[in-house]
């Protein structure tokens, strides 16, 4: 072999030594050396112009009214086969039955699994990953589902805009539990590490959801996670669920992004993404802020004085009508009277209109 053969051998020896690996097998993490602000250097849709989750300004969104009610489909029809939930090292998911699905956009969009994303720090320390005028929730639920009217599966669906529709769900924390997050709950001490899997009971999962599935946030974004594809159309709640704190707690400290075989041990916290510029994307919601504002009593109290003034006015220009109306009404019967009696009814009647103007 002569020395250029040997050459291009070795060359292609380094390069099969640093090559990079690949996406798939790339572990990616929130924080650390595959952190956030590496995504896009493995998977080049991260660094995309419309990602995933974003601030919603609220003064900056722009009411849309063709944007009608969101329409769970089969959601409370669970049937008797369990629920699958795991630990995917990222998240907790359960997989949901393909007869599950949404109505209301303009495609029918078919149920794939629903997973959440936490903080660490309990109430008021973040979590949620979509955030409202720069405030975070302390959770966010995502039910996701699939364009099967236009693709024949997930896997076609999730590279494809208009491709997937996930329902974004914000959670606080209040004094009571919410029975309905105990279905999911409950069970996530037998998934404590990454790749653990158990069947859990079929839920009603319309109940996670906020009642009021018409007002939301609509918006053109992307999968919070590698490889971030931009398929998303979101739906983003106004109304927010209430968990308990102790409910949060459970949440935040009970699971592992390691695998049991791992001799270190990684708790499973702050598994959001920070929020992403939204350049020039538009939010939509499907209600206009004035009639979903409550007003506030300075609000109340200007519009009572403001309501006040321009009665008392009006009220001035009506009398104010009324009279000239009666003046010259008056002025011409004078004339009229004039033609045929004599001055002392003239004096009295002229006197009339002067006094009361
Ligand atoms: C999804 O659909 C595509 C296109 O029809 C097909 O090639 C692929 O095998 C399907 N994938 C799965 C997981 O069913
Ligand atoms: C999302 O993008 C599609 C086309 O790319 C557009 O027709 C649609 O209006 C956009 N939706 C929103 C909510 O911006």
Redesign the pocket.
């Known amino acids: 072999m002569d020395s250029l053969g040997l050459f291009i051998l070795l060359m292609l020896g380094c390069f099969q030594w640093t090559a990079a690996p690949a996406a798939e097998e790339i572990t990616w993490t929130y924080t650390g050396l595959v952190g956030q602000s590496e995504w896009s250097e493995y998977f080049p849709d991260c660094g995309g112009t419309s990602q995933s989750p974003i601030d919603v300004v609220t003064t900056q969104t722009k009411y849309d009214p063709s944007l009608i009610p969101v329409i769970p489909l089969g959601y409370s029809q669970h049937g008797n086969k369990p629920f699958t939930l795991y630990n995917n090292g990222h998240t907790a998911v359960i997989e949901l039955p393909e007869w599950m699905g949404l109505e209301g956009l303009p495609w029918l969009f078919t149920a794939v699994q629903m997973h959440l994303h936490w903080g660490s720090g309990g109430p008021s320390h973040g979590g949620s990953e979509h955030t409202i005028n720069g405030l975070s929730a302390d959770a966010e639920l995502h039910v996701v589902h699939y364009n099967s009217e236009l693709y024949?599966?997930m896997?076609?669906a999730m590279t494809q805009r208009d491709g997937l529709a996930v329902l974004g769900i914000l959670i606080v924390t209040g004094e009571e539990t919410n029975p309905a997050f105990n279905n999911i709950i409950n069970y996530l001490s037998r998934i404590k590490h990454a790749d653990q899997k158990v069947s859990i009971p079929a839920f009603d999962v319309q109940t996670l959801l906020p009642k009021d599935l018409g007002r939301y946030y609509r918006y053109n974004g992307s999968l919070t996670t590698p490889p971030c594809y931009q398929s998303v159309i979101w739906t983003l709640f106004h109304e927010r669920v209430q968990i308990s704190k102790a409910q949060l707690l459970k949440l935040e400290t009970i699971l592992y992004s390691s695998k049991v075989s791992d001799p270190d041990k990684m708790l499973l916290q702050d598994n959001y993404r920070t929020t992403q510029p939204l350049n020039h994307r538009v939010v939509f919601t499907s209600f206009s802020a004035e009639s979903g504002k409550e007003l506030s009593s300075g609000e109340v109290t200007a519009i009572v004085i403001g309501v006040m003034c321009g009665c008392v006015g009006l009220a001035v220009i009506v009398r104010f009508i009324v009279k000239t109306i009666r003046f010259f009404t008056l002025l011409h019967h004078e004339t009229v009277v004039d033609e045929g009696a004599g001055e002392s009814k003239r004096e009295k009647t002229r006197r009339g209109p002067e006094l009361d103007l």
Do not use: V
Request: hydrophobic share 25%.
């Open positions: 024949p599966n896997s076609a």
